[in-house]
């Protein structure tokens, strides 16, 4: 009797116990999309929104989530965040938002439940401050692109891995010039083998092309914004192409996370590889190649224009 009574009986809810689990080191990045109309999409841009700054107040909606997971989620273990660090990408024409969120913090367990609510309820608060004016927004394709830490360790979706489809990625635009501080926006122009970019000041050097990511800017952007709002709105304050010195500004790779060796394919056969990442300040002032640039030498040479596609391979 006491035999059917168990077979019958149903698992009752309960936490997993990782009371024996060792505490690492473990972080989480999480990815998704909110899809608008290119209008709502430059009106958040300008600032022109009556609820006020979407992006500055989509992000604290998403780290006073992510903090609060456990009581969201039920079943998820109390954990520590040491770090949480929300990223939007605003294409230059477009229609969605890309929201990025990487959780760290040291436990017995992931952190990948913070994450995905810090994406999920930056993306509600984008939605709600601009419902008033689109109501068709759409929330899509949130996902984990990575985690590390623990037993099991490094996962990395296939999206995200070097010479997967994620890999791609778009010339932004080309930049040169014959002063190291600042370069021009050019329509064209010419990488040669060995040496870079026909007519810049860096070309034949170490570090014979330079390249930075649309999202370092953005993210910069974002930070003064949260520094003195008023005045990033009422001066128009930019980063534009070729300001901080880069020869192609890029978008949808992430440039930093390459390592030394790789191999990136631009337009139909211009192929460079990774020689550096970042380099040492010089002189006072932000500058972002320093900080998240990358520089690489010229295997294959070729004509480059904004709109170029460009591919990743994996190290060589």
């Given at each position: 009797?006491s ?7 149903i ?12 505490e ?45 997971t456990q ?9 520590l ?30 952190f990948?439940?913070?994450a ?27 996902r984990?692109?990575?985690k ?10 296939e ?23 600042k370069?021009e ?30 999202e370092?800017?953005?993210?910069m ?7 003195n ?10 980063i ?8 192609l500004?890029t ?18 056969e ?18 972002l ?15 480059i224009?904004p ?10």
């Amino acid at each position: 009797m006491s035999s059917q009574m168990d077979d019958n009986m149903i698992t009752p809810v309960k936490m997993i116990d990782v009371t024996e689990k060792n505490e690492t080191v473990r972080e989480a990045v999480a990815r998704g999309r909110i899809e608008m109309e290119a209008a709502t999409l430059e009106r958040i841009r300008r600032g022109d929104v009556a609820k006020g700054d979407v992006l500055a107040v989509s992000q604290t909606a998403g780290i006073l989530a992510a903090k609060d997971t456990q009581r969201l989620i039920p079943l998820c273990h109390p954990l520590l965040l040491t770090n949480i660090w929300i990223e939007f990408y605003l294409p230059p024409d477009g229609n969605y938002i890309d929201i990025t969120a990487t959780t760290r913090g040291i436990g017995k367990t992931g952190f990948e439940m913070e994450a995905f609510i810090a994406v999920s309820v930056s993306a509600l608060n984008i939605y709600d401050m601009c419902k008033a004016t689109d109501k068709s927004m759409r929330i899509t394709d949130i996902r984990l692109l990575k985690k590390s830490g623990g037993k099991s360790g490094v996962f990395i979706a296939e999206e995200n891995k070097e010479g997967s489809a994620n890999s791609r990625g778009k010339v932004v635009a080309v930049c040169i010039g014959e002063g190291k501080d600042k370069k021009e926006q050019v329509s064209e122009a010419v990488l040669q083998e060995e040496y870079g970019f026909v007519g810049d000041t860096h070309a034949g050097s170490s570090r014979q092309v330079s390249l930075l990511a649309q999202e370092t800017i953005d993210k910069m952007i974002m930070a003064l914004s949260s520094i003195n709002p008023l005045r990033m709105k009422t001066q128009n304050i930019r980063i534009n192409p070729g300001e901080s010195a880069e020869n192609l500004l890029t978008k949808n790779i992430d440039l930093i996370s390459l390592q030394v060796g790789t191999k990136i394919h631009i337009g139909k056969e211009a192929v460079i590889q990774v020689s550096e990442i970042g380099k040492e300040y010089h002189k006072p002032g932000y500058y972002l190649i320093p900080l998240e640039g990358v520089f690489a030498k010229v295997i294959k040479g070729g004509v480059i224009k904004p709109g170029d596609d460009i591919l990743v391979e994996g190290n060589s």
